[in-house]
């Protein structure tokens, strides 16, 4: 069966059926993500009810997030000209973008890739005395946890990042009493460990597990901000993969609809390119409310 | 709509100017970021700032890339319920955040 209006546009709608679809399903996108983004919203605001609670902010990795911003928008303009080769029948520019297109693509699934690794392998202790150890390479031995500590500096300021993120939501503690301990980053000096803490010779941390609420990495359940975050950014590097499968299809088998009826192909791409794009402009409001604010 | 190949050489052109302009806006939205914005201990201002910015950039996008500045009203139908609807989401969970229920018993 042929499929009506795939080239020419109907009479009654002024558009090809194709571009209807697809936004309709755009604004469907739009509701989905756009239930997560008022999710995040509410958690962001009832965060601002606990007292002592500050939201995490600048815990990511910025250079990573802006590079990938910068990934996403070029190959929002790629996608583009490949659709604007496809109109001018220049079908090895078409290549060349759609091309571009898909290793921008995976670029920015790689690099989040590393931002993900490297949360799932940076740990943090919750202590009893509100304190939260952060560091790498925790395992458990006996009665103790061991924890190579963040490094002083870069280090010492996220334990008090996150300190300031756990402080008074995850623990049971009085939050006046944690508001002044998460000033106190861990490892800013050596005697200042929380009891049951003792540093061994080599430097790495042995806890007394009877003094620690909960240890975890930095994934989804370390804290509310974790949470959102990876719901967020799971969500959407979902679509990124969803979109290269569609790219990628044009890229691939493109040449046999381009022989049969170019303009169709055409057409085609502006549809994948608009889900693309739309990609992109989750993109450019998670950037800034994840990395930045 | 039916593009010449004039027409889309010129459309080239500017999608590059616009792809700049965005670059431009995420280092200003990077570097504000770092620079607070209103009184001390309070972070609406950098919130309200950096939303207007991601807000023109989606605009940009949407305008020019998604070719909205010039597309056939069934589209813009669609899109101006959507933005109702997802208003009306956001603004459901502001207001029920705002909402103290007193306990029931």
Same mark, same amino acid.
């Given at each position: 069966m042929e499929i009506p209006y795939t080239v020419n546009a109907r009479q009654d709608t002024g558009l090809w059926n194709a571009k209807i679809g697809i936004w309709l399903f755009l604004a469907s996108e739009v509701m989905l993500f756009g239930g997560l983004f008022s999710s995040y919203i509410f958690l962001r605001l009832g965060s601002g009810q606990v007292p002592g609670y500050v939201w995490p902010m600048h815990v990511l990795n910025v250079p990573m997030g802006a590079f990938n911003t910068l990934v996403l928008i070029g190959s929002s303009v790629t996608v583009i000209l490949s659709w604007a080769a496809l109109k001018l029948r220049e079908w090895r520019m078409f290549k060349i973008w759609m091309g571009l297109t898909l290793l921008c693509a995976l670029t920015f699934l790689v690099v989040k890739g590393f931002e993900y690794s490297a949360k799932f392998t940076h740990y943090g202790v919750f202590m009893r005395s509100g304190e939260i150890l952060t560091g790498h390479h925790l395992h458990e031995v006996g009665e103790h946890y061991t924890l190579v500590p963040d490094a002083e500096g870069h280090g010492a300021r996220g334990a008090a990042a996150s300190a300031k993120g756990g402080a008074g939501h995850e623990t049971q503690g009085t939050p006046g009493t944690q508001g002044t301990e998460a000033s106190h980053p861990a490892g800013e000096s050596q005697g200042a460990f929380p009891a049951g803490v003792t540093k061994l010779p080599d430097g790495t941390l042995q806890i007394e597990k009877a003094k620690v609420i909960r240890a975890s990495n930095h994934g989804p359940r370390y804290n509310t901000f974790y949470a959102i975050y990876f719901t967020l950014t799971g969500l959407h590097a979902l679509h990124v993969i969803g979109g290269m499968v569609?790219?990628?299809?044009?890229?691939?088998?493109?040449?046999?609809?381009?022989? /049969?009826?170019?303009?169709?192909?055409?057409?085609?791409?502006?549809?994948?390119?608009?889900?693309?794009?739309? /990609?992109?402009? /989750?993109?450019?409001?998670?950037?800034?409310?994840?990395?930045?604010l | 709509m039916a593009h010449g190949p004039e027409e889309i050489r010129k459309h080239v052109r500017f999608y590059i100017g616009i792809f700049a302009a965005l670059l431009v806006l995420t280092a200003i939205t990077v570097g504000l970021s770092y620079i607070h914005i209103g009184p001390e201990g309070d972070n609406r201002g950098n919130m309200v700032v950096g939303m207007l910015i991601a807000a023109f950039k989606a605009g940009l996008v949407g305008a020019f890339f998604m070719h909205l500045?010039?597309?056939?009203?069934?589209?813009?139908? *669609?899109? *101006?319920?959507?933005?109702? #609807?997802?208003?009306?989401? #956001?603004?459901?969970?502001?207001?029920? #955040?705002?909402?103290?229920?007193?306990?029931? #018993?």
């Open positions: 569609v790219l990628g299809y044009y890229f691939f088998r493109g040449h046999v609809l381009y022989k /049969v009826n170019p303009e169709h192909l055409a057409n085609r791409v502006e549809i994948g390119g608009l889900f693309w794009h739309f /990609v992109d402009l /989750v993109w450019i409001f998670l950037f800034p409310l994840l990395y930045l | 500045s010039s597309e056939r009203p069934l589209i813009y139908r *669609i899109l *101006i319920f959507t933005f109702i #609807f997802v208003i009306g989401l #956001f603004l459901l969970f502001v207001a029920s #955040f705002h909402d103290n229920i007193p306990p029931l #018993f």
